[in-house]
């Protein structure tokens, strides 16, 4: 088990500490118990929302505590039902004589302690309590059974709402109990997760498989089976969520798309973008869509998507600001018109280019600029050749990129360069810097593409050059990237496995003496990166581990010893 705790049994306890300091000014605790969860900002005559439930889904159920929202809290421990003494103690404490209203899911242990305390609540304080719960998922086939899971938020909301605007209890009801009826919910889970009391993981699946309908406490879901594509996904849940809610053409809806604990934002849009798809299909709009961690369970990985059918009624309330410990909105615009996104891409417009006429050679000493066409055709075939192993050298040193950053660029430059010829030498290096800045999405694609647009400076106006001048030529690429970079010779970059081989070609005082370097420069290049495994890291994010940094191969001077030993090949 991998957690930042103290003692597992006082786990619950600790989150709660840790959450009354965070939020003194908003909540504090009824009755002398921490589990007793309650605003401090109160509103004599408002209706009181109190809800409750287990431990480890924050946000839900406390964070959504404060203006625009809920009054009370009760907390079980994990995955456990509150006590029914802490409800009590929460529905005294919020009750600001217009009755409380009860919200919380469909779960034995919760319908038995709050019913409980309705009860007391009414026999010992006159408080009128009313109940709803949340019943929003639809992987349980029969309706009564169903559990309440994320889509409680959206009652929260709407029935927050409507005590903010000081309607009477049997309205909140009302409000509370259409929310409800209008959502469903269904989820899937990916891992289980680990109660801290437990130390170890709750259910078992395997790495490839997933859990279609698993509820939040890991009870059993509709089927389990090898993990499909998010777009798949996302149409298994949404056709048992659609036809429950008998949407038409025209009609509004809001969307939750919830994660439960440790799925990242990015798949959680992922599936975002095909509900928008699905929905756009259908005719059916969306008036607002929330995306996050809104009902988790623990660190188990999934989400779950929640839709609600709006009215115009239910639309105004979801519309209102809300300003709870965990969740905050400001008034949404019920007025704007739905228009459906546009997300088609154009192409990168490309500058206007004629062909230029191939220069035919004065020697055979002598390059042009179809030799370094040629060179970059090349590139891209090493870079396809050497992807998987950058991607491993790259990922002890930073962030595994490398190989894949390379293999696109080189692909654009080749692609562009398709089909053009160039009598420009400098014409030629410059245009392929400038694919290459848009295609590379990384550091050193920037760098590179500098480098490039360096050689197409120093080189403008030239047809051809000597053996000779390529010397120069990788001095002017190399000046490029220190001037844009910083980096030097000896602080473990790119540089280290470059550098070698330009003073190597730059002792070349013939053609013929230059091409004959050619795999010289490459064995100085490949000495050079290999003795990158006793340098210090000064750049990158290797230089974050230090002395760690020495043992590690710099995975930048690789690259550039394979750019020189292609060099060499096409070349020589």
């Known amino acids: 088990m991998k957690k930042i705790l103290n003692d597992p049994v006082a786990f619950v306890q600790d989150t709660l500490s840790g959450i009354y300091y965070a939020h003194s000014d908003d909540v504090t605790f009824a009755d002398g118990s921490k589990k007793a969860m309650v605003t401090k900002k109160r509103k004599a005559g408002k209706v009181a929302l109190v809800t409750g439930g287990g431990s480890g889904h ?16 009760s907390v079980g421990e994990v995955f456990a039902s509150p006590s029914v003494n802490d409800m009590l103690s929460v529905t005294k404490a919020v009750d600001n004589g217009a009755g409380v209203l009860y919200i919380y899911g469909n779960y034995c242990g919760d319908k038995m302690n709050f019913t409980m305390s309705a009860h007391q609540a009414e026999f010992e304080s006159n408080i009128k309590v009313l109940s709803v719960l949340g019943m929003d998922d639809v992987a349980v086939e029969i309706p009564e059974h169903r559990r309440g899971i994320a889509g409680i938020f959206f009652v929260y909301k709407c029935a927050g709402a409507a005590a903010e605007e000081m309607l009477s209890l049997d309205e909140c009801y009302r409000i509370a109990k259409k929310t409800a009826d209008n959502l469903r919910t269904m989820g899937l889970s990916l891992s289980a997760c680990t109660l801290p009391r437990v130390g170890r993981p709750s259910f078992e699946i395997a790495e490839d498989e997933m ?3 698993m509820g939040i406490h890991g009870e059993p879901g509709i089927r389990r089976g090898k993990i499909k594509s998010a777009n798949e996904i996302t149409d298994e849940l949404m056709a048992k969520i659609l036809p429950e809610l008998n949407l038409q053409s025209g009609d509004e809806t809001a969307v939750l798309v919830n994660g439960l604990g440790a799925t990242p934002l990015e798949e959680q849009y992922i599936v975002t973008k095909r509900i928008y798809e699905i929905l756009s299909e259908k005719g059916i709009k969306i008036f607002h869509t929330y995306v996050g961690e809104h009902a988790t369970s623990m660190e188990m990985a999934g989400l779950s998507i929640t839709v609600l059918k709006l009215d115009s009624e239910l639309k105004r309330l979801l519309a209102k600001p809300a300003n709870a410990i965990m969740f905050k909105q400001f008034q949404l615009d019920t007025n704007k018109s739905y228009q459906p996104v546009n997300l088609t891409e154009h192409e990168r417009k490309q500058e206007p280019f004629i062909n230029q006429k191939p220069v035919e050679k004065s020697a055979e000493t002598m390059l042009t600029a179809e030799d370094f066409v040629r060179y970059f055709a090349a590139l891209k075939d090493m870079c396809d050749r050497e992807k998987d192993e950058l991607v491993r050298l790259d990922g002890v040193a930073g962030d595994g990129d490398l190989g894949l950053s390379m293999s696109d660029g080189f692909t654009s430059v080749q692609k562009y360069l398709s089909g053009k010829t160039f009598s420009d030498i400098g014409e030629l290096f410059y245009r392929a810097g400038k694919d290459m800045q848009a295609a590379a999405a990384s550091s050193m694609g920037t760098l590179l593409a500098f480098g490039f647009m360096g050689v197409g400076k120093a080189f403008k106006g030239k047809s051809e050059i000597h053996y000779k001048e390529l010397g120069s030529l990788l001095e002017a690429f190399e000046e490029a990237l220190k001037k844009l970079g910083g980096a030097r010779v000896g602080d473990k970059t790119f540089l280290d496995g470059f550098d070698p081989a330009v003073l190597v070609l730059k ?3 013939s053609d013929e003496e230059a091409k004959i370097l050619l795999p010289k420069a490459y064995e100085a290049a490949k000495k050079g990166s290999d003795n990158t495994t006793t340098m210090l890291a000064k750049f990158g994010r290797i230089a974050f581990k230090g002395e760690e940094s020495r043992s ?21």
């Open 58 to 73: 924050l946000p839900l159920f406390l964070g959504y505590i404060g203006e625009g929202m809920l009054d009370g809290c």
């Open 211 to 213: 859990e279609i309908g």
């Open 507 to 509: 002792d070349a005082m």
């Open 552 to 572: 590690i191969l710099d995975p930048g001077s690789v690259f550039a010893s394979l750019m020189i030993k292609t060099l060499a090949e096409v070349l020589g």
